[in-house]
Structure formats: structure tokens, C-alpha cells
């Protein structure tokens, strides 16, 4: 009765936690903060729809990296970058705007995932967990993603170091320092970039502790419980998530042409997809045969019962143990994992994402070697 009325306060305390918003991650904090700055600008009483948040915040960074080149006076080092890469003023414009583009987005949308999690959790897996333990980890998996001290250290230290590291390979190619005012730029989209890498990290943490979480199932064929596949969509998401920034990846780099780095560049994107959906289906798999198994075992319990009182003339008994062994092979014979035609058609799409992007920067050979003739 203790450990009931345990779990049932731990449920309750977690799901008003979650429902008062108390849980917030730095890119929340961060977002909240520029929606506040933005309304007090406009003189707006009401938030501002997250998209056109997202919109002015990467107007604001490309005027804030352009401003940064002119002021700095490094337009011409900058100008000879750009040549250097095949790139004109223009095409180089462009490709910073991307750049930023292709960092705020990313953040923006991991996180709100983040947030989708949290509510999957508040509305429905929090009332079907049984046991404190897990209670527990999820509640440490929230302070570890909502931990905007130790995310900020972390985003300035990686950013830091991410931006050195390409501002070097930039000295190195212009043959000369880049300038301030790139340089700035730079850092200042690497360690925002250095924010949702966090959260991806902490995304990869809950699909690794889901193996280990205890979710009341329907004990006769727990994979097709509706939590199951609601988790198994959600899960899919991340999956969808790497495929389409490696398939960006796999078209920048094809774009300047086919050489042996856009395979390699290709099956690295593969890499990461296939563990990542290795890991989902396989802590999915794991949550499935915890609770098919204790179902067998409690079958098995019932049917021993009956065969410790050796009652075996008795029809009634026999009958009674009969109908408990096909119920046992109907439950044993029932899929261990979430892994139906949807999720091996999700996973597929995933990774020809990146191989269409390959194919699309490689439009020229393509057609080059389907117009020869035999």
C-alpha cells in the first residue's frame, strides 16, 4: 500500500511540475527571453507565434554577423573567402544567411520536440508508469535536459572550440586571418549551434533509459499497445530529424562535385540513422518483453497452482489448465518489438533522404550515365 500511495504522489507531483512549466530548457529560456524583448519593442501584450520568433531571430543574427564584417572593415578578406570557395559576393551572402539559417532552425525544432516529449509524458505515459524507479529516472532525465547551467557551459565551451577550429581552417585556406568580424560571426553560430546538440545528446539519454522503464501494457500483446506506437512516432521523429540535416549535408558537399568524400560523407549519415533506430526499436523491444514476460510468468504462477493440487481427473481442472496454455502460446507467440511494415517504411524513407540528396547534387553524372548508350 506504501509503495501505491509512492508511486501515486510521485505521479501527481511530476505532472503538476510539468503542467506549471517548471521544467524549461536553455533554448526555452533563450526564446522566452527574445519573445519578452521583441513585445517590449512592438509594445505587443500577446507571445509571439513561435515561427515568427524564429524568423527575427535569424534576421537578427545575419544583421548582427554583417554588421560585425563591416565595422571590423573585413569585407575584402571576407570577398577573397568567398572566391576561394567558388563562391561570388553574392552566392557568399547567401551562404551565410544559410549557415544561420541551418543552425537556428534545427535548434528550434529539437527543442520544440523536447517540449512534445514533455507533454506526451504529462498526458499519458506518467499515469501509466508503475513503478517509483522509473518515475525517478525520468525525473533525473528532466533535470539533466532542463539543466540550463550545465547546457550553457557546455555550448560555450563546444562553440568555443567548434569555432576555432573552422576560423583556423579558414586562416589556413585565405592564407591570412579572416578577420574579426567573421570570426565573431562564426562563434557567435557555433555556440548557438552547441544548444541543440545538447538536447539532441539528452534525446539519445531517454531512448537509452527506456529500456529500463516499467509502462503498464496490454498484458496479452503488449506491442500493440497504443503507448507503444505513440512512443514508436515519436521516437521516429529524431530518426526523420538526422536524415533530413545529413541529406543538407550530403547536397552542400555534393554540389561542388562528385568525388570519393560524397560516399563517405553518405554512408557517415547512414551511420548515426541506423544506430539511432537501433536503439529506439531495441529499448522499445526491451519495455515490450518486460511486460510480456511478467505476464507469462503469471499464467505459469496459476497453472502450477492447479497442478500442485493433482486434481488432473477432474474435467473442470483440466479444462481450466487448457485454456491458461493456450493463453500462454497466444501471448508467447505475440511480436516482441514496435518493428511492423510503418516503422521498417519510416526507417527506409529515412535513409533514402540522404541518398536522394546525393543523387540531387549529382544530377549531371546521373543523367550523364543513363543517356549513354549500350
Known amino acids: 500500500m506504501s509503495t501505491d500511495t509512492a508511486l501515486i504522489e510521485k505521479r501527481e507531483e511530476l505532472k503538476r511540475r510539468l503542467a506549471a512549466g517548471e521544467y524549461k530548457t536553455l533554448v526555452d529560456i533563450f526564446l522566452e527571453w527574445f519573445d519578452?524583448?521583441?513585445?517590449?519593442?512592438?509594445r505587443r501584450s500577446g507571445p509571439f507565434p513561435l515561427w515568427l520568433i524564429t524568423?527575427?531571430?535569424i534576421a537578427a543574427f545575419v544583421l548582427i554577423s554583417f554588421v560585425a564584417i563591416y565595422i571590423s572593415g573585413d569585407w575584402t578578406t571576407t570577398h577573397k573567402y568567398f572566391e576561394l570557395l567558388g563562391l561570388g559576393d553574392k552566392l557568399g551572402v547567401l551562404w551565410i544567411i544559410s549557415q544561420i539559417i541551418l543552425t537556428i532552425v534545427p535548434s528550434v525544432v529539437i527543442?520544440?520536440?523536447?517540449?512534445?516529449?514533455?507533454?506526451?509524458?504529462?498526458?499519458?505515459?506518467?499515469?501509466?508508469?508503475?513503478?517509483?524507479?522509473?518515475?525517478?529516472?525520468?525525473?533525473?532525465?528532466?533535470?539533466?535536459?532542463?539543466?540550463?547551467?550545465?547546457?550553457?557551459?557546455?555550448?560555450?565551451?563546444?562553440?568555443?572550440?567548434?569555432s576555432s577550429y573552422t576560423t583556423s581552417i579558414a586562416n589556413?585556406?585565405?592564407?591570412?586571418?579572416?578577420?574579426?568580424?567573421?570570426?565573431?560571426?562564426?562563434?557567435?553560430?557555433?555556440?548557438?549551434?552547441?544548444?541543440?546538440?545538447?538536447?539532441?545528446?539528452?534525446?539519445?539519454?531517454?531512448?537509452?533509459?527506456?529500456r529500463r522503464y516499467?509502462?503498464?501494457?496490454?498484458?496479452?500483446?503488449?506491442?500493440?499497445?497504443?503507448?507503444?506506437?505513440?512512443?514508436?512516432s515519436e521516437l521516429s521523429f529524431i530518426v526523420y530529424f538526422v536524415a533530413a540535416l545529413g541529406a543538407i549535408g550530403a547536397l552542400n558537399v555534393a554540389l561542388d562535385g562528385f568525388s570519393i568524400v560524397d560516399v563517405v560523407l553518405l554512408i557517415g549519415v547512414w551511420l548515426p540513422i541506423i544506430a539511432f533506430f537501433i536503439l529506439n526499436q531495441t529499448s522499445l523491444s526491451s519495455m515490450i518483453q518486460r511486460v510480456k514476460w511478467k505476464t507469462l510468468n503469471e499464467i505459469q504462477m496459476k497453472v502450477?497452482?492447479?497442478?500442485?493440487?493433482?486434481?488432473?481427473?477432474?474435467?473442470?481442472?483440466?479444462?481450466?489448465i487448457k485454456r491458461l496454455m493456450d493463453y500462454h502460446n497466444q501471448v508467447k507467440a505475440t511480436r516482441?518489438?514496435?518493428?511492423?511494415?510503418?516503422?521498417?517504411?519510416?526507417?527506409?524513407?529515412?535513409?533514402?533522404?540522404?541518398?536522394?540528396?546525393?543523387?540531387?547534387?549529382?544530377?549531371?553524372?546521373?543523367?550523364?550515365?543513363?543517356a549513354r548508350k549500350p
Open 36 to 42: 519578452r524583448l521583441l513585445r517590449k519593442i512592438t
Open 55 to 57: 524568423i527575427i531571430l
Open 111 to 162: 527543442n520544440r520536440y523536447i517540449n512534445r516529449i514533455l507533454v506526451l509524458w504529462r498526458d499519458d505515459m506518467l499515469d501509466a508508469t508503475e513503478s517509483v524507479a522509473s518515475l525517478e529516472e525520468f525525473e533525473d532525465w528532466l533535470k539533466k535536459t532542463c539543466n540550463w547551467r550545465l547546457n550553457l557551459l557546455m555550448t560555450i565551451i563546444g562553440g568555443l572550440l567548434f
Open 172 to 210: 589556413n585556406l585565405l592564407g591570412e586571418f579572416v578577420g574579426y568580424g567573421f570570426t565573431f560571426s562564426n562563434t557567435i553560430v557555433s555556440i548557438f549551434a552547441f544548444a541543440s546538440i545538447y538536447l539532441y545528446l539528452m534525446v539519445i539519454l531517454l531512448s537509452a533509459r527506456l
Open 214 to 232: 516499467d509502462l503498464k501494457l496490454f498484458a496479452a500483446d503488449p506491442a500493440s499497445s497504443e503507448l507503444v506506437s505513440r512512443l514508436s
Open 304 to 320: 502450477e497452482k492447479l497442478q500442485i493440487s493433482k486434481n488432473f481427473g477432474n474435467q473442470e481442472t483440466m479444462d481450466a
Open 336 to 370: 516482441d518489438s514496435a518493428l511492423d511494415f510503418k516503422a521498417y517504411l519510416s526507417f527506409i524513407n529515412s535513409l533514402l533522404l540522404p541518398l536522394l540528396a546525393f543523387l540531387l547534387g549529382n544530377l549531371d553524372l546521373m543523367l550523364a550515365l543513363f
